[in-house]
């Protein structure tokens, strides 16, 4: 295992920090750098994982710093804001309504009660008397044959 250069390391760093995974980061630093590094070897530069606890002071930071970095433009991205994803879901669902695909639309309105979070909710009025809402206990049918006169009559 071949020690690597400043500018490697960072790569690495900085690629796990974003949330790549060990073996995606390994493949990127061949593409990019031409040097083949093992997965554990890329593990070494997380300083979240066990392998990486004795990774070195400037490496953590710049880890840490990445990382927040990430997380907070993660936050712009309007994909990422579940106001911008129920807007487009909304637009997406009445064009498709308007042009009768009702497939279309009953799984984009599935879509968004997954987005908030509703799935397959079921929710009920309240009556007004609180006895209303309880289920019955007890549920008995009288089977009629209407073919037979009624032995009463």
């Not at 790549?20 to 979240?48: A, C, G």
């Not at 909304?90 to 799984?107: D, F, S, V």
């Not at 309240?126 to 309880?134: G, I, Q, R, S």
Request: with cysteine.
């Amino acid at each position: 295992m071949a020690a690597l250069k400043n500018d490697v390391k960072a790569f690495i760093v900085q690629a796990l920090a974003c949330f790549d995974t060990p073996t995606l980061v390994s493949q990127n630093v061949k593409q990019e750098f031409d040097i083949d590094v093992t997965r554990q070897q890329v593990e070494q530069h997380d300083p979240t994982k066990r392998a990486g606890a004795n990774l070195a002071a400037k490496w953590r930071t710049l880890f840490e710093d990445t990382r927040k970095r990430f997380r907070e433009e993660t936050a712009e991205i309007p994909i990422a804001n579940r106001a911008y994803r129920l807007r487009t879901l909304g637009r997406m669902a009445e064009k498709a309504e308007n042009m009768k695909n009702m497939a279309l639309t009953a799984q984009l309105l599935e879509q968004a009660a997954k987005e908030v979070g509703d799935v397959y909710v079921n929710r009920q009025t309240k009556n007004e008397n609180p006895h209303d809402n309880l289920p019955p206990t007890r549920v008995q049918v009288d089977v009629v044959d209407a073919r037979k006169p009624d032995a009463d009559a």
